[in-house]
């Protein structure tokens, strides 16, 4: 069989699927067997997805989520690629930051976000800091490994062609760790997505994502929290897929560092 | 991730040679430690902050003591690891099996990969309010929504080891007169092996983190989330301090104790990977 042809049997076979899945979420919905508050029929999700989209509800809970997640995760990213760089290059902050890293990484960021609440309050802070925690170690540990794998005959050679510290910085060790880094970012943005959703479930204040659904809960809101699923869901894809996606395909593969295998 | 562990593990064995080394090793250890903790106790000592929110380090370890010794803490931990096992051996069975037949048959493939890709992007603890509604609050809850969050990596890796068995051994299985038992025994099965051994791993990570946050919403009797979360109602920072201890504690060993035996036993021994 043609390679297309392979193609569009499985994309069919997918929508099938996905039909299939929806049919009988939509037989179980309406056959009253639930309650229809808890299980909400698919065009009531879509009203109410629709509804929150153009009053502008969902949007703005959106734009509170993701100010806090790019605040985070921009920290993360301010300190983790620096510290990484550092603990590659120099033994001694390799030395005094390694053990305090790994003892802390095993702690997952929500045990520490009522110790957070009782620090920094209910609210932005305490939200940001908790991501900015779960985002660092993905960003800190692949840029660390990727200056270290960096191959040392690029380095040798860059320093025999008369490289001075500065370009052999900027020309051979970034480009060369950059598959790696880029790696970190994608894992610490996933990290920082799963922790802002959390994180403001806990730490609830009025805005954000992870507060709507968790106090649809309250008021058996069960399509606003399907609504609130879907848009999440939707924003952590885009950004996985095209912001990531096209960063890559920037840098790394242009650079030939990587093999388009990855997509 | 496991990469620091690995690398402190490695120097300590080679730095046995001599005792001087070693000693000089232990120091270089702990020394973050000692400094980070002397800031702690100045900041602490200080009174900047209510000693209330920002308690010393020996009522941490005393409370920490205190109640390991009342049996309040061991009960907390074996509670939340119980759940933590049967959420993940759920997800562990399931992911497998779904993963497996995913990477061999086309049409298992067609079907539950859409289905797995719209799931996995969203934070596990997203589905946790949606979880409370339909299974009430409590430990199935609590189970439930951990197994489901864990088993997305472990399909993953599962599905990408079974795929990424070398055509060639298939073949010569083959060719060597071997039937879909022995294949997927012999073959099969062991090829995959260290993919299906990082899908547990990661999604044992998963469900250590969704797990903790869960048992804050979820309202479960015991458990070491519930317990962190109380002590914020009271202003125990302390026990807090000492709950989040244990479970940086049970992460480690987790990682340290019951993967990387799994790996050694396993992948190791047949030189799938580099020990």
């Not at chain 1, 309250?218 to 399907?226: K, S």
């Not at chain 2, 479960?220 to 940086?248: H, K, Q, S």
Request: aromatic share 12%.
């Amino acid at each position: 069989m043609t390679e297309t042809g392979q193609r569009t049997r499985s994309l069919l076979r997918a929508v099938m699927t996905l039909t299939a899945a929806a049919c009988v979420y939509e037989l179980l919905a309406r056959s009253g067997y639930f309650a229809a508050a808890l299980l909400p029929t698919l065009p009531n999700i879509a009203q109410t997805l629709v509804a929150s989209i153009s009053d502008g509800t969902m949007i703005e809970h959106a734009i509170y989520t993701l100010y806090r997640v790019m605040f985070g995760f921009g920290l993360a990213v301010a300190v983790g690629i620096p510290l990484g760089i550092l603990m590659a290059r120099f033994r001694a902050v390799e030395n005094f930051f390694l053990p305090l890293v790994s003892t802390l990484m095993p702690i997952p960021s929500f045990a520490l976000v009522p110790l957070f609440m009782l620090w920094f309050g209910i609210g932005n802070l305490t939200t940001i800091l908790i991501v900015f925690y779960a985002a660092t170690f993905p960003m800190l540990f692949n840029t660390w490994s990727g200056v270290r794998s960096v191959n040392p005959l690029w380095l040798r050679a860059a320093g025999a062609m008369g490289a001075d510290e500065h370009s052999l910085f900027w020309k051979v060790i970034i480009p060369g760790a950059s598959p790696f880094i880029i790696t970190g970012m994608r894992q610490s943005f996933l990290r920082a997505w799963i922790a802002v959703v959390g994180a403001e479930m806990i730490a609830a204040s009025d805005w954000g994502l992870g507060w709507v659904i968790f106090d649809a809960k309250e008021f058996l809101n069960t399509d606003t929290m399907l609504a609130a699923l879907v848009v999440i869901g939707g924003i952590g894809y885009l950004f996985e897929r095209l912001v990531f996606g096209s960063i890559e395909h920037a840098t790394v593969l242009r650079w030939g560092m990587m093999r388009s295998a990855k997509g | 991730m496991q990469d620091a562990v690995t690398t402190i593990a490695v120097t300590s064995q080679s730095g046995r040679a001599d005792a001087a080394g070693r000693l000089r090793l232990i120091g270089r250890n702990v020394f973050p430690f000692v400094v980070v903790g002397a800031l702690w106790e100045i900041v602490a000592w200080a009174d900047i902050f209510p000693r209330r929110l920002f308690p010393t380090l020996e009522e941490v370890a005393l409370s920490f003591v205190n109640l390991t010794v009342a049996g309040i803490l061991p009960h907390h931990a074996i509670e939340t690891v119980i759940r933590l096992l049967t959420g993940f051996s759920l997800a562990a069975v399931i992911g497998v099996t779904v993963g497996v037949l995913m990477g061999r048959s086309r049409p298992a493939e067609d079907i539950f990969l859409p289905l797995v890709s719209i799931g996995a992007p969203i934070p596990g603890l997203a589905y946790a309010p949606l979880f409370l509604l339909w299974f009430g609050l409590g430990n199935i809850s609590a189970v439930l929504l951990v197994g489901f969050v864990a088993s997305f990596p472990i399909i993953f890796n599962s599905w990408t080891g079974v795929k990424a068995v070398k055509e060639i051994w298939l073949r010569s299985a083959h060719a060597m007169g071997a039937d879909d038992r022995r294949m997927f025994r012999h073959v099969i099965l062991p090829g995959a092996l260290p993919y299906i051994l990082t899908g547990l791993r990661l999604g044992l990570a998963q469900a250590w983190r969704v797990l903790v946050a869960i048992e804050m919403l979820a309202a479960v009797p015991w458990g070491l989330g519930w317990m962190i979360f109380g002590a914020r109602e009271f202003l125990n920072t302390d026990v807090m301090m000492a709950g989040i201890a244990v479970i940086g504690i049970i992460g480690l060993t987790l990682e340290k104790l019951v993967f990387q035996k799994i790996e050694d036993y396993t992948v190791v021994r047949w030189g799938m990977v580099a020990a």
